[in-house]
């Protein structure tokens, strides 16, 4: 049964409309006007008109980060996916873990993209589940009243390499160099962090659980469900993904069933600064990667291609079609 692990008062998020000025070596943004609630921000979250992708000068709604994770586990690595039914686009998506940006953040942005990562990518071994440091500095446990986290083992969060172009708040440059894009369906600047997670030793039969946030009578409520972890994993080879999709529950790597499947927009492809589709199809994007899928042979214990098998996950994306 799905259990609730937090509930917290969204009139308390505050962010900042953005002046966005862009050229070919650079991205700048800063704070424009005053601040404003989730719903006000919603409001302007609508299409833009930007003709020129590499040199443009434009006010926008909102900052939002994405963590692209990339997960060491047994001596291989996966990208972290998770999740979502988006209420404001009506759709379901495979994402990467991702949030909107605080008013008090919007100069640390990567202050954010941690935080949600604490939120969204809970990890639980046989003994607990997993604080988690970011080099010196231990990420927030938001549902430490609710879990009980491991005090002798923690996961380590580092940077991977960055963007070649330099985003800059104001005269600041972030130096992590996050991926910048101009998302034009919902006139929003996106950071993208590109970090890696890495386990201790003694991680057993550890299983990825995603947490979202619903709002619900005016509050949002964060729920946990073992029967949906809804994060999923994409291996990867020699850096570059691969065409198959995971989920890992207990030490065990379950095949994800991708018929029907999108990806959100951080996937699709981006001309200049500026992504304009709202989603991707997963075949889509495996054609934009130059990737096949692996052919499966008919047989006992195989599945025909098109088939979707009993012990495969579902990810109930008919929403989404």
């Known amino acids: 049964m799905p259990r609730i692990i937090s509930r917290k008062d969204p009139a308390t998020f505050k962010t900042l409309p953005l002046y966005v000025e862009a050229t070919p070596d650079g991205i700048a943004y800063q704070s424009l006007g005053r601040p404003l609630n989730f719903s006000e921000m919603l409001e302007r979250r609508k299409p833009v008109e930007l003709h020129d992708s590499q040199r443009f000068a ?3 709604a909102n900052l939002g980060v994405s963590v692209r994770l990339t997960l060491n586990w047994q001596g291989r690595e996966y990208w972290v996916l998770v999740r979502q039914r988006r209420q404001d686009r009506g759709d379901v998506v ?5 949030g909107y940006v605080p008013a008090h953040e919007l100069n640390l942005p990567l202050l954010t993209a941690l935080q949600e990562v604490a939120e969204e990518c809970l990890l639980e071994t046989s003994e607990g589940w997993l604080y988690g440091r970011f080099g010196d500095t231990w990420l ?15 996961f380590r969060l580092s940077p991977l390499s960055g963007a070649a172009r330099p985003v800059q708040c104001g005269n600041l440059t972030l130096l992590e160099r996050p991926r910048a894009y101009v998302h034009v ?15 201790p030793k003694d991680a057993k039969q550890l299983s990825l659980l995603h947490v979202d946030e619903h709002l619900e009578n005016g509050k949002l409520i964060a729920r946990l469900d073992h029967a949906r972890p809804d994060l999923y994993l994409i291996p990867l080879e020699q850096g570059r993904p691969t065409a ?5 529950r207990q030490g065990q790597l379950v ?26 199809r997963w075949r889509d994007w495996l054609t934009l990667q130059n990737l096949t899928p692996k052919a499966q042979k008919a ?11 009993a012990p495969r996950v579902r990810l109930d994306t008919a929403a989404a079609v």
């Open 244 to 248: 198959e999709l995971l989920t890992l």
């Open 299 to 309: 047989g006992p214990g195989t599945v025909r291609a098109g088939a979707t098998p």
């Open 94 to 98: 495979l994402k990467l873990i991702s």
């Open 58 to 60: 434009v006010e926008l």
């Open 185 to 199: 369906p919902t006139a929003s600047l996106q950071l993208v962090y590109d970090l890696r997670l890495d386990l």
């Open 255 to 280: 095949p994800a069933a991708t018929r029907g499947l999108w990806l959100a927009e951080s996937f699709a492809a981006q001309e200049g600064w500026l992504v304009r589709d709202e989603r991707i």
């Open 140 to 154: 927030p446990a938001p549902y430490e009243g609710s879990l009980k986290y491991r005090e002798n083992a923690h």
